[in-house]
């Protein structure tokens, strides 16, 4: 039907006689230009409910993007500390490292001495051998001169056992001195990347927070409380509607909804409480309503079963 502005006029049909066909132009103009109101009212609607979907998809980008941001800021002391633990264990184990080499060489000093005055003990005692005045005593010092060599020869491995330890230690040493030359560098680095980084994060902290500022008072009272009491307790209150499903929760939208949605509208997920909303440019065939019954505006307010059969 076309519809033309006409001038305004008023009809009273329950006073007023005309004919039938007066009549039905008279109710076809009255429902063009009801049809003409209502069209003026839905599109700036529309309007506004695009540039609000924008500004809440936007708020949430800066949302998510200032939870990264402090979750990256609040865990770079950690990633310092985790370096500097690093290299403290590195140093301690270089430290024993180098006790224990310290320990092995007043060891072997020691064993040297004791060795020297075991031999020395044998040396006296097969020197004795020759002034002794009875098998018994020749026999003593002979005992004397067995034992002191046995324990002459076992510190002598002992200090054998201690010179090789001492090179595998040697080797750990050098091995825990070159790994804490490379942690204190890489600590160094650290320290100094997370300087900037600190300084990098605050300073886009504070500009998230200046434009989440200026959105915020854009987007409605309502939905930006429905939002944030969302977001408060799943992360994100806002979530696309894809393939007859929130984008949030996975859970399928109902055909009603769904055709709704891709006309523009902004609805809450039935099961996650999300703000769902459709994006225009995809191409998704509407959503199908169930075989043999379609909706009621479509009908006059009756289904085709009923039509069918003749119930009102």
Known sequence: MLCVPIPSFRVDFGRTKMPVFWRIAAGSLARCSIAQVLLDFVTPMNDEIAVELKRLVRLQA??????????????????????????????????ETEAALKR?????????LDIAGLKAKAARHKAQMDTARNAA??????????FSNKEATRLEDSELASMELTETLEAERSKAAE?????????????????????????????????????RPEISAE???????????????????????????RMGIRPQLWNQLRDGALIPCE???????????MDIPPAKTPQGVMGDQAMGGISVKRRQTGVS
């Not at 650290?190 to 500022?213: H, M, N, P, S, Y």
């Not at 099961?271 to 440019?281: D, K």
């Open 179 to 215: 790994l804490a030359a490379k942690l204190t560098e890489t600590l160094g680095l650290i320290r100094a990347r997370i300087g900037e980084q600190q300084l990098e994060f605050t300073e886009q902290l504070v500009r998230l927070k200046q434009e989440r500022e200026v959105i």
């Open 271 to 281: 099961s996650c409480n999300r703000i769902l909303y459709f994006e225009q440019t």
């Open 62 to 95: 800066v949302e998510l993007e200032r939870t990264r941001l402090t979750a990256a800021l609040k865990a770079l002391p950690g990633e310092l500390a985790a370096a500097d633990n690093q290299l403290k264990t590195a140093q301690k184990k270089l430290a």
């Open 137 to 146: 005593q020749a026999e003593a010092l002979e005992h004397e001169i067995e």
């Open 223 to 249: 939905r930006l409380a429905h939002f944030d009491r969302v977001a408060g307790s799943k992360g994100t209150g806002l979530a696309r509607a894809d393939g007859q499903q929130c984008s949030g929760c």
């Open 104 to 112: 092995e060489e007043l060891l072997r000093a020691r064993l040297e």
